[in-house]
């Protein structure tokens, strides 16, 4: 099993609708999860952090966890096609606690 | 502020060379992070440290891989000799630590081609 698990897609999404992406992880004691958005031929850029369960807003995105379930979740709303990238899970190790384990991402289409 | 700075940005090589990649992390961050980006392998993280001061490199693939950081603000990867399996992306990345929310920013990358 992967450390940090998506959905690879593409996840096709119509603009202004929801767009949701989902990531599980196997290390239960993880603290910190993180969203990154990667465009083509870019680095990824850090979008949202989130450290405990709930939800978390900023804008029109909004991170969802849930430790005991292991997931954490991005909802994208009124996804517009600026937003069409590739989203990356990354979560804290627990066997060193600095260290991020990434996901392989998922490629988020917004179709016009 | 300025982020996180990558030399070259773009770099061609052939098979046998020796291949140096820098990074200027965010000043202030105490971490830095050196990644590899494959489609077949996804974000690999090769090394990282701690106020100038290896952590863990248990993700360098082999010997032909060493990383310095001589000062707070100057880390290299070098490659010596470089394989065409070599050919990735490489990227730094700087943070101030999990107990200060563990962010990691990253610079635009170096784009290594070894024929």
């Known amino acids: 099993q992967k450390e940090v698990e998506q959905n690879s897609g593409p996840l096709s999404v119509p603009e202004g609708a929801i767009a949701s992406l989902n990531c599980t992880y196997s290390?239960?004691?993880?603290?910190?999860f993180f969203w990154y958005r990667q465009y083509s031929g870019k680095s990824p850029e850090l979008i949202m952090s989130?450290?405990?369960?709930g939800d978390k807003e900023d804008g029109r995105f909004t991170a969802q966890l849930n430790k005991a379930s292991q997931y954490v979740s991005l909802l994208i709303r009124d996804s517009q096609p600026s937003d069409s990238a590739t989203y990356l899970c990354?979560?804290?190790?627990?066997?060193?606690?600095?260290?991020?384990?990434f996901g392989q991402g998922t490629r988020l289409t917004i179709n016009p | 502020d300025a982020g996180v700075i990558q030399s070259p940005r773009h770099e061609v090589t052939e098979m046998g060379q020796e291949v140096t990649l820098r990074c200027k992390p965010i000043?202030?961050?105490?971490?830095l992070f050196w990644y590899r980006q494959t489609m077949m392998r996804g974000l690999e993280l090769l090394i990282y440290?701690?106020?100038?001061?290896?952590?863990?490199d248990s993700g360098m693939p082999e010997d032909r891989f060493s990383a310095k950081m001589p000062n707070a603000s100057f880390s290299t990867l070098k490659i010596q000799p470089s394989e065409p399996r070599d050919s990735a992306v490489y990227f730094c990345?700087?943070?101030?630590?999990?107990?200060?929310?563990?962010?990691?920013?990253f610079g635009p990358g170096t784009r290594l081609t070894v024929t």
């Open positions: 990345a700087s943070s101030l630590g999990q107990d200060r929310g563990g962010k990691q920013y």
């Open positions: 290390d239960r004691g993880s603290q910190s």
């Open positions: 989130i450290y405990s369960n």
């Open positions: 990354a979560v804290n190790s627990i066997q060193g606690a600095q260290k991020l384990v």
């Open positions: 000043s202030g961050h105490d971490y």
């Open positions: 440290f701690n106020n100038n001061v290896p952590i863990d």
